[in-house]
Nanobody, 123 residues
Framework: QLQLVESGGGLVQPGGSLRLSCAASGFTLNYYAIGWFRQAPGKEREGLSC????????NFAESVKGRFTISRASAKNTVYLQMNSLKPEDTAVYYC????????????????WGQGTQVTVSS
């Protein structure tokens, strides 16, 4: 059974950092495009970044450019999202998702989703 599990969320002060993890089971992440998305209350799901099967990354959101970095640890079958210089507006539930083709910002094109992890940025 193909499964994605996010972890690493929590409460952090503005300016702080968090590293989110997306661990896969039942399939090998290397063969999929893995995207990170977030959804704040009352807002649409927003595409942040994606890493494809060749290891190339794409950033979708200008709001996180230069602050968030996606990476992959093949040996651990895990994709990470390193988030630095966090702001209160980064508060959201963060999701990872997988699709068998190339990266896309369109959430509807991802077939597999994790349950999400809450990130709260507040003093």
């Amino acid at each position: 059974q193909l499964q994605l599990v996010e972890s690493g969320g929590g409460l952090v002060q503005p300016g702080g950092s968090l590293r989110l993890s997306c661990a896969a089971s039942g399939f090998t992440l290397n063969y999929y495009a893995i995207g990170w998305f977030r959804q704040a209350p009352g807002k649409e799901r927003e595409g942040l970044s994606c890493i494809d099967s060749s290891g190339g990354s794409t950033n979708f959101a200008e709001s996180v450019k230069g602050r968030f970095t996606i990476s992959r640890a093949s040996a651990k079958n895990t994709v990470y999202l390193q988030m630095n210089s966090l702001k209160p507006e980064d508060t959201a539930v963060y999701y990872c998702a997988a699709r068998e083709s190339s990266c896309t910002v369109a959430a509807a094109r991802y077939a597999y989703w994790g349950q999400g992890t809450q990130v709260t940025v507040s003093s």
